[in-house]
């Protein structure tokens, strides 16, 4: 069974704080992407890595980093955390080359900036 | 500048009725067309997909009509269960390393 699995379901951290997301997919994937999703607003893309050491800014990078040392990992770091990144975050991944192929989905983390 | 947009936002349906979710993209270069489901607490999940190759797509009582010249394409849930109450997103990419935009998303609610 093709797996995602992201670090955290739940997380509360101050504003302020340097977070890590963490996403690792078993499935030998090239591409891997971080969404947030808000309400009203569906899943917005802000980081995506085609390759190791790949990336490349999505629509809303602000505020953002990522790494991706390992074919299997991908992080997303939020420099310094505001309550406006108070979100749930989604890590995907597919089979390369291109991009139109099925994307999985971890189960999200919901983070909570206060 | 949204590329893919999706309506409606929110829809209730009788158990058995038809379930219907429209979206129409701008992007020419598009050739793939997903819809994925999302259940409370879960991920988005692949529910259906389509390339312009072919006007409809059938799996079992789900069904993606794509109309390559006005750039739209629907969703169709036959005989809608409750079972089937989830967020639903529209999606489009083409190859190359274009990422997956999605649509706003569609929550649906199936009564009894």
């Known amino acids: 069974d093709v797996k995602v699995t992201q670090s955290s379901r739940y997380l509360v951290k101050r504003t302020g704080e340097k977070v890590f997301l963490e996403c690792v997919q078993d499935m030998d994937h090239e591409n891997m992407f971080w969404y947030r999703q808000d309400p009203g607003l569906g899943l917005r893309l802000i980081y995506f890595?085609?390759?190791?050491?790949?990336?490349e800014k999505g629509d809303i990078p602000e505020g953002y980093s990522v790494s991706r040392e390992k074919k299997e990992r991908f992080s997303l770091i939020l420099e310094s955390a505001s309550t406006n990144q108070t979100s749930m975050y989604l890590c995907?991944?597919?089979?390369?080359?291109?991009?139109?192929?099925?994307?999985?989905f971890g189960q999200g983390t919901r983070l909570t900036v206060v | 500048q949204q590329q893919v947009k999706q309506s409606p936002q929110s829809l209730i349906v009788q158990k058995g009725g038809i379930s219907i979710i429209n979206c129409a993209y701008e992007?020419?270069?598009?050739?793939?067309f997903p819809w994925y489901q999302q259940f409370p607490g879960k991920g988005p999940a692949l529910l259906i997909a389509i390339r312009p190759d072919v006007s409809e797509k059938k799996e079992g009582r789900f069904t993606i009509s794509f109309n390559k010249s006005a750039k739209q394409f629907s969703l169709h849930i036959m005989d809608s269960q409750p079972g089937d109450s989830a967020t639903y997103f529209c999606?489009?990419?083409?190859?190359?390393?274009?990422?997956?935009?999605f649509g706003k998303g569609t929550r649906l609610s199936v009564i009894a």
């Open positions: 995907a991944s597919n089979q390369g080359p291109g991009m139109n192929t099925e994307a999985f």
């Open positions: 992007n020419t270069a598009f050739d793939y």
């Open positions: 890595s085609y390759d190791v050491k790949m990336k």
């Open positions: 999606a489009a990419s083409h190859s190359g390393n274009t990422p997956l935009v």
